[in-house]
């Protein structure tokens, strides 16, 4: 096997159509064709099926594109280690964030950065930490900064975790939960059972979203396996806006929610320490992958910023 037909194979696999992956490899589609087909010739195994859908991987093609996907990984490691020899003259990051937290870091550490590197070519990802896990697992990314999962997460995968941020209760301000928090020491807000809103409806973001997943383990661990879901939504924003508004109850971090500027705000309450209220930021990246020194250098400018747990008193 070739670095070029791991490559292809990869490529064909991803785009699921030999034509769009001739485009996107510049090369001719009865070229790439035929190389396909020499490649299942010589393994004596079909790594395709075609069907009127489009192309997908029988069991033998996922096998090979997982291998080709670890040993293009290494060919490209391998290149910025020849960058990192170089001194840093040339090179590239693929560093993945997600929407909310590149607003916030990026402008934080870049114009550092550039100024140090500037012949270091960026390419930043900017999506969902589900999207950003499954770039770094298949070798597209360097590292990530995203929020952790609650649960245990992927044993690829390396989560440094750099802050901890609590979630709070937004709900409307004349809800009759809000007389029922109680002050405590050491938490930013009143403090609300969180098993007093079992019966609550909850406006939530979708499931693939990691505000989604953070705020379900929470609930599953005060009892609340099958919360009243209102209104499902993508914007976390809308999701607080409306919470304010009294159509119903959300869960959402601190720090979005002290950014979120609205004309009638909620009234925020926090969430008793026994329920592990939190979630924390990390850079992730492939456990035992190569980081090179620019992107270790990235990293540090991070950490210099953002690396400040917080955890109550």
Partial sequence: MTSRELLYVKTVADEKSISQAAKKLFIAQPSLSQSLQRIEDSLAIKLFNRTSAGLTLTYAGERYYQVACKILKIYDDFETEVSDINNLKTGRIQMGITNHLSTIILPAVLPEFKKNCPQIELSICEEITANLESRLLAGELDFAIL???KELSNPQLYNEILSRDPFIIALEGSHPL???AIKKEGYPYPVLDLKLLKNEPFIMVHKQQRIRQVTDTI???AGITQPNILLTLKNYETAFGLAGQGLGVTLLPDDYA?????????????IDEKYSPNWDLCITSLNGGFLSRADQYLISLVRKSFCNEVVYL
């Fill in 147 to 149: 929020h952790a999962p």
């Fill in 178 to 180: 809000v007389k029922k």
């Fill in 219 to 221: 609930l599953n661990k």
């Fill in 258 to 270: 002290r950014i979120t500027q609205l004309k009638n705000p909620p009234t925020l309450l926090s």
